[in-house]
T-cell receptor
Framework: DAGVIQSPRHEVTEMGQEVTLRCKPISGHNSLFWYRQTMMRGLELLIYFNNNVPIDDSGMPEDRFSAKMPNASFSTLKIQPSEPRDSAVYFC????????????FGQGTRLTVV | DQQVKQNSPSLSVQEGRISILNCDYTNSMFDYFLWYKKYPAEGPTFLISISSIKDKNEDGRFTVFLNKSAKHLSLHIVPSQPGDSAVYFCAASSGTDKLIFGTGTRLQVFP
């Protein structure tokens, strides 16, 4: 299995620009998560999908952030417009639905907004 | 509101000695706890877990202890090796596969 695949690995963009991060979960996994890693908050859960449906988006910081999962093999996290404080590493993870399961993470996208 | 807390941002241990990483949680509904390890430029990888019906789980050099009354868990690594140098994240869930993570502890194992 290829694992969770994220693209791009690095993204540098100017403030005000739209940024789209992409994720392909592990085949057969029903749950997908987007996390953001910062020094202050560690791994912060942004949004959680189950069977392609957003279940919990309470961690999405602002309306500038949106996420979609059009099918079981693809998800996007979009920031529009981007701001310097959005600079962080964004991780996508997937898991099998159920209790007592672990999530598998992608390698992350390092976003820098200048 | 940080439901999972790792109060030590860093820890330095000599090779061969024991490393003890600590984690506290506030939500009494959490019933499953995990530790993840993260190397630079990589995603976190699962290390070990424990269910709330247990107080200890061991896997080789790694042991996780759970104290439900204190809402505290710890990860013991014995003996510590230089390859264990990484950031360790504690995570918890309550009846679902949604994981809440702590802020992480950077472990450095020196020769």
């Amino acid at each position: 299995d290829a694992g969770v695949i994220q693209s791009p690995r690095h993204e540098v963009t100017e403030m005000g620009q739209e940024v789209t991060l992409r994720c392909k979960p592990i085949s057969g996994h029903n749950s997908l998560f987007w996390y953001r890693q910062t020094m202050m908050r560690g791994l912060e859960l942004l949004i959680y999908f189950n069977n392609n449906v957003p279940i919990d988006d309470s961690g999405m910081p602002e309306d500038r952030f949106s996420a979609k999962m059009p099918n079981a093999s693809f998800s996007t996290l979009k920031i529009q417009p981007s701001e310097p404080r959005d600079s962080a590493v964004y991780f996508c993870a997937s898991s099998r639905t159920g209790q007592n399961t672990e999530a598998f993470f992608g390698q992350g996208t390092r976003l820098t907004v200048v | 509101d940080q439901q999972v807390k790792q109060n030590s941002p860093s820890l330095s241990v000599q090779e061969g000695r024991i490393s003890i990483l600590n984690c506290d949680y506030t939500n009494s509904m959490f019933d499953y706890f995990l530790w993840y390890k993260k190397y630079p430029a990589e995603g976190p990888t699962f290390l070990i877990s424990i269910s709330s019906i247990k107080d200890k789980n061991e896997d080789g050099r790694f042991t996780v202890f759970l104290n439900k009354s204190a809402k505290h868990l710890s990860l013991h690594i014995v003996p510590s090796q230089p390859g264990d140098s990484a950031v360790y994240f504690c995570a918890a869930s309550s009846g679902t596969d949604k994981l809440i993570f702590g802020t992480g502890t950077r472990l450095q194992v020196f020769p």
